[in-house]
């Protein structure tokens, strides 16, 4: 039977780096807030000139070096993100032009911090009924794009960069075993960007009262995270037929360290077994799994036969997993 089987992962992240102590001197919050609500240390920045497609081709150029091929190898090209260069054309295709894939379609999935295990689920299922042989999955955010520097409930949780993985179909026992997605778009106003779209164009006589930045009721989301949270691990587990014990790495969407740590306890996982990054990069969006997934192999915590299970939620609301044999 095919599978779809990641044979490279890489990642990228732009150079600055702010801190919570830098951000002290932007607004009224404190490294002491920011640590025990979060867990998040710092958070990478995008430079001026840098958008969503440049920290993409980075880190897709990595992934075709781990993965031992060439851009033109590529059928395919899925770039999950909420941070486009433009609303037209997709980050995808500036991303396909960008590494040289030159036989590869290409295009964005837009799915909020669930749009990696989105973009996962798309190119696992093209590859297994053979429609294409070899897909790039990205995940890139400038998140930083999108915040209101004066709103601490936001600009503190967030930060800018890009993970990409290679997928290849393959007839061995690796490969990914299950993936899961689930929305509820009744909780669309719980965390979005309200203007700038159809729903509320942007002219001359309304930019500056409408909101461009991201608008978050973090309280209820929260509350909807850890449900999801738990959710998506069950339903993955459930349709991989596998134990929690099996389980040998989690890597979660880096969104807050206590969401993720009450959505284990709920399942049982130790914390030996959770990979956490976001300590380092913040919130990176669609680009929190890849990036994460990358530093776990370069780490030795994925190895060729680990079974990883992977969750994410995001607006939406969406959320998601998927368990892979590595
Ligand atoms: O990928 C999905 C993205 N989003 C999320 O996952 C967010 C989910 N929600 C959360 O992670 C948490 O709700 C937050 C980390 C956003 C907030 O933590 P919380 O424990 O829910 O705090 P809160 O919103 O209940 O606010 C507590 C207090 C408030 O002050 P008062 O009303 O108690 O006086 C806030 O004004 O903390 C205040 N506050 C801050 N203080 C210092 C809010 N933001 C900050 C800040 N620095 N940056």
């Known amino acids: 039977m095919i599978k779809a089987r990641i044979i490279g992962t890489g990642h990228y992240l732009p150079e600055r ?6 951000l002290e001197h932007l607004m009224d919050t404190t490294d002491e807030w920011i640590r025990q609500r979060t867990g998040i240390l710092q958070r990478h920045i995008a430079a001026d000139n840098e958008a969503a497609s440049d920290l993409a081709a980075h880190a897709s150029q990595n992934a075709m070096k781990s993965a031992s091929i ?5 059928d395919f090209v899925i770039c999950a993100t909420l941070t486009p260069d433009y609303f037209m054309p997709s980050s995808g295709c500036l991303v396909q032009h960008k590494i040289g894939a030159k036989r590869a379609g290409a295009c964005d999935i837009n799915a909020a911090c669930s749009g990696f295990i989105y973009g996962l689920q798309q190119a696992d299922a093209l590859i297994r009924a053979g429609v294409h042989k070899t897909i790039l999955v990205a995940g890139s955010e400038i998140m930083t794009s999108r915040l209101d520097w004066t709103k601490r409930d936001t600009a503190v949780l967030f930060g800018d960069g890009s ?5 290849r179909a393959d007839n061995g026992d ?3 075993i299950t993936t899961y997605t689930a929305s509820d778009g009744g909780g669309h106003d719980i965390l979005m960007v309200p ?4 729903a509320q164009a942007i002219t001359p006589e309304n930019i500056n009262e409408l909101n461009r930045g991201i608008l978050m009721n973090g309280r209820e989301l929260y509350k909807r995270a850890v449900y999801a949270f738990g959710d998506a691990v069950e339903q993955a587990l459930k349709r991989a037929n596998v134990r929690v014990d099996e389980i040998d790495l989690f890597v979660p969407h880096q969104a807050n360290k206590r969401i993720i740590a009450a959505a284990c306890e709920r399942i049982g996982l130790p914390e030996e077994k959770i ?4 300590d380092q990069v913040a919130n990176t969006s ?6 994460a997934l990358d530093q776990a192999c370069a780490q030795g915590r994925i190895r060729e036969g680990s079974l990883v299970l992977l969750a994410a939620f995001g607006a939406g609301l969406t959320w998601g997993s998927a368990v892979i044999r590595w």
Not at 275 to 278: A, E, P, S, Y
Not at 286 to 291: D, E, F, Q, R, V
Request: hydrophobic share 50%.
């Open 174 to 176: 690796s490969g990914v």
């Open 17 to 22: 780096v702010l801190t919570n102590n830098d």
């Open 163 to 167: 993970g990409a993985v290679v997928l």
């Open 275 to 278: 990979f956490l990054n976001l």
């Open 195 to 198: 203007a700038g779209g159809s």
């Open 286 to 291: 669609a680009a929190s799994i890849p990036i």
């Open 70 to 74: 060439s851009a033109e190898e590529i």
